[in-house]
């Protein structure tokens, strides 16, 4: 069974930067594509990243604006999130997830499987 352990989130003030890393288990880390999500408050979860197996060119939610990257370490069976210049309206619980296909992650279809904890990002004004 899967399991996804996300870590790295905190407090931050508009402006600064977190770095988000989740490790992947559970599962081979090869060949897989892996994402990134979040979920605001009262809100539905929405895609925020993904990085297909073998690519060097990510996809990225347009509310990202160039501020987050995604990447990965195949060694680690790892995922990061690197987010520059927070704000406010990015205050969400984060999650990483890792299908064989990106385009599922992209569309979070309903079989891409279970969700660990989350990590919280709040971002203060």
């Known amino acids: 069974q899967v399991q996804l352990m996300e870590s790295g989130g905190g407090l931050a003030q508009a402006g600064g930067s977190l770095t988000l890393s989740c490790v992947v288990s559970?599962?081979?880390?090869?060949?897989?594509?892996v994402a990134w999500f979040r979920q605001l408050p009262g809100k539905e979860r929405e895609f925020v990243a993904a990085?297909?197996?073998?690519?060097?060119?990510?996809t990225y939610a347009d509310f990202v604006r160039g501020r987050f990257t995604i990447s990965r370490d195949n060694a680690k069976n790892t995922v990061y999130l690197q987010m520059n210049n927070l704000q406010p309206e990015d205050t969400a619980v984060y999650y990483c997830?890792?299908?064989?296909?990106?385009?599922?992650?992209?569309?979070?279809?309903?079989?891409?499987?279970?969700w660990g904890q989350g990590t919280q990002v709040i971002v203060s004004e």
């Open positions: 997830n890792a299908s064989p296909y990106a385009s599922d992650l992209i569309r979070l279809a309903p079989n891409i499987g279970g």
């Open positions: 559970g599962r081979t880390f090869s060949g897989v594509s």
């Open positions: 990085l297909r197996w073998g690519s060097y060119s990510p």
